[in-house]
C-alpha cells in the first residue's frame, strides 16, 4: 500500500517517519527537504494562545493534490508528501509538514519552498486565533501573495492595506 500524498488531520506527525517513508520509496532518491511549519506564541504584534485550523473536506485535498501535481511538473521529483493538521493547536504544536525527494538536492528545496508558498496562499484553510483580545481570523498577507509571484503565479487572497 502506498502512502498518500496529502493528509489533512487532527493527528500530529512524525517528522522521522515520513522523511524514512519517502526514502524508502524510491531507491533513486538523492535528496529529501523538508519544511515543519509550527504554531507561534505571537503574530502581528499581539500574543497568541491558541490557534484554531479548519478546512472544507474534500475540496482541501483536491487543492493540494493539484499543488503537488504542478511542482512535478516544475521540478524533477520523485515523491511528495504534505501534511496538514486541522482543529484546536497551541504554540509550539505542528502545523505542517511539506517533504519531498529528488535525486538533487537543488530541486528538492525549490519543490519544497515552491510547495509551501503555494500552500499559504492557495490552500482552503481558514485560521482562527486567541490573543489577549479574544478571537480573530487571520487574513491573507502581502507578502505571501509576493512569494507566490516568484513562481510565476498570481494570488489575490491578502487584503489590502
Not at 38 to 58: K, Q, W
Not at 63 to 81: C, S, T, V
Request: charge should be negative; aromatic fraction near 8%; proline fraction near 4%.
Amino acid at each position: 500500500m502506498t502512502t498518500p500524498r496529502v493528509a489533512i488531520q487532527t493527528a500530529d506527525f512524525d517528522l522521522s517517519a515520513e522523511v524514512l517513508a519517502l526514502r524508502n520509496a524510491d531507491p533513486g532518491v538523492g535528496a529529501v527537504a523538508s519544511f515543519v511549519g509550527t504554531v507561534r506564541d505571537n503574530n502581528d504584534g499581539a500574543g497568541v494562545s491558541a490557534m484554531e485550523l479548519e478546512h472544507y473536506p474534500g475540496m482541501t485535498e483536491k487543492a493540494i493534490e493539484q499543488m503537488i501535481d504542478e511542482a512535478f511538473r516544475r521540478f524533477d521529483l520523485r515523491g511528495a508528501r504534505v501534511i496538514h493538521r486541522v482543529g484546536p493547536l497551541l504554540p509550539r504544536d505542528q502545523i505542517v509538514l511539506v517533504v519531498v525527494s529528488s535525486a538533487h538536492r537543488g530541486q528538492a528545496f525549490q519543490a519544497c519552498e515552491f510547495l509551501m508558498d503555494y500552500l499559504k496562499t492557495q490552500a482552503p484553510f481558514w485560521k482562527k486565533e486567541t490573543t489577549p483580545n479574544g478571537a480573530r481570523w487571520v487574513d491573507a498577507r502581502v507578502s505571501d501573495d509576493a512569494a507566490l509571484a516568484r513562481w510565476g503565479i498570481q494570488g489575490s487572497n491578502a487584503a489590502s492595506a
